[in-house]
């Protein structure tokens, strides 16, 4: 039986879960296109569990199983996208590895594709029909409908579950768009069909959402907020890199604080000018590492304290040559009579350039 279907499997901190799970496809597509019409690839983001080992003790004695690991990189979108790449397989599904996603959708979806029903297949966890096992907040199911309308608008594409992670279409398909996809957190289904010149033909299989098997979910609070960077990315993302566009507006904020920080301190005259216009950099610089953190690189984030920490002085180390440039330009200025709050922003500008260029490398590059 020639290859007819991958099935890409991303992964972080999902040891447990790949075994059974490849076990249950197998099953589940055994009477479809046999023992070998199919093949699995794990797009591991280097998970600290072991999963990448797992994924090459089954690959060993399975040759329909392949683990792509990857190091230094991040995402659920990208990793779809790196197995789009990586097979030469005809179709293509997505599909989370914790085993909330029913693989016995899998030879309809196969079968509607091959009839040219649709373009693209679906399981939605909102279509009339589908339940939900374990929804580990009622906020985040709001937070989804709202997206889910939002996503509507922008797509142009009736639908109930634009934000399902769980969905199959032509290889060939997927790879004509792959240049042109933002490829940013974890909206890979809406990024495919808002990308499509001609909206896709959807259908729609409901699902039962069932509750992760082991571990934890990797998708947190800034799941709506990762939604209106990919509604940036997809409008004007082409004319200001999203990342620099978030890293600046987080910026913009951190100018906020670091003004707010100087106007208590220096027209009162409570402290020297470059007195307080330092302690406002190291606080502003703090608040920014922080923000950055939680929205610029929510992809990338640094946990645990051990890390943060690290992240943090690594930050405060690579802004210190931008702080420094700040400090020098503000203070030379104001000294010249510029006045005081110009000089801040001169100070600033420069200094913003240097936080970016280097941290994008040194705190968040791994
Ligand atoms: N390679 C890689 N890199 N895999 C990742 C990453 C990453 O950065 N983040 C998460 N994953 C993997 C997980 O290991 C899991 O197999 C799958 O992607 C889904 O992640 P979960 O952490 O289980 O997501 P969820 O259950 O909270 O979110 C579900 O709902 C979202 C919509 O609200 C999933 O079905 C998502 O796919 C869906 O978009
Ligand atoms: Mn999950």
New binding site residues.
């Given amino acids: 039986m020639p290859l007819e279907l991958a099935i890409i ?6 040891r447990g879960n790949l075994g059974p799970l490849i076990q249950r496809i197998a099953d589940v597509l055994r009477p479809v296109i046999g023992e070998d019409g199919w093949e699995i690839l794990i ?3 280097n998970s600290t569990d072991g999963t990448a080992e797992e994924g090459r003790n089954l690959a060993r004695t399975d040759r329909r199983v392949r683990i792509i690991q ?1 190091i230094g990189r ?3 979108s990208s ?1 779809a996208i790196e197995g789009f790449c990586a097979t030469a397989a005809p179709f293509v599904a997505v599909m ?3 085993h ?2 029913d693989p016995a959708l899998l030879p309809d979806m196969l079968s509607a594709l091959k009839g040219d029903e649709a373009d693209i297949c679906v399981a939605s966890r909102f279509a009339e029909g589908a339940s939900t096992e374990d929804w580990a907040e009622p906020e ?1 199911q709001r937070l ?1 409908g709202m997206a889910n309308r939002a996503a509507r608008l922008i797509t142009g594409v009736k639908m109930s579950d634009p ?4 969905f199959m279409l032509r290889t060939s398909q997927a790879l004509e768009m792959t240049p042109r996809l933002s490829g940013i957190g ?2 890979i289904l809406f990024d495919l069909l808002a990308t499509s010149a001609t909206p896709l033909r959807v259908r729609e299989f409901p699902l039962n959402f069932a509750a ?1 098997r082991e571990g934890e ?3 947190d609070r800034a ?1 709506l907020f990762d939604f209106l960077a990919a509604l940036y990315d997809k409008t004007l993302g082409h004319v200001i890199p999203t990342r620099f566009a978030l890293f600046g507006t987080v910026g913009g904020l951190g100018v906020i604080v670091h003004y707010a920080v100087l106007g208590a301190l220096f027209p009162g005259m409570t402290a020297t000018f470059w007195k307080a216009h330092t302690l406002a950099v190291l606080i502003a610089m703090s608040f920014n590492f922080w923000l950055n953190n939680w929205l610029t690189y929510r ?1 990338k984030r640094l946990k645990g304290f051990a890390a943060l920490l690290r992240g943090w002085v690594g930050f405060c180390a690579t802004c210190a040559v931008g702080g420094f440039a700040n400090v020098a330009v503000a203070t030379l200025l104001e000294s010249q009579g510029v006045f005081w709050a110009l000089a801040a922003l001169a100070g600033i500008l420069i200094g913003s350039v240097w936080n970016y260029a280097l941290s994008s490398r040194f705190v968040w590059g791994r």
């Fill in positions: 499997l991303p992964t972080l901190n999902e797009v591991d983001d990857r991040r995402g659920l990793a989370d590895a914790d909330q996603h985040r989804s934000m399902s992670g769980y974890f909206k992760r979910s990797k998708l799941i992809d």
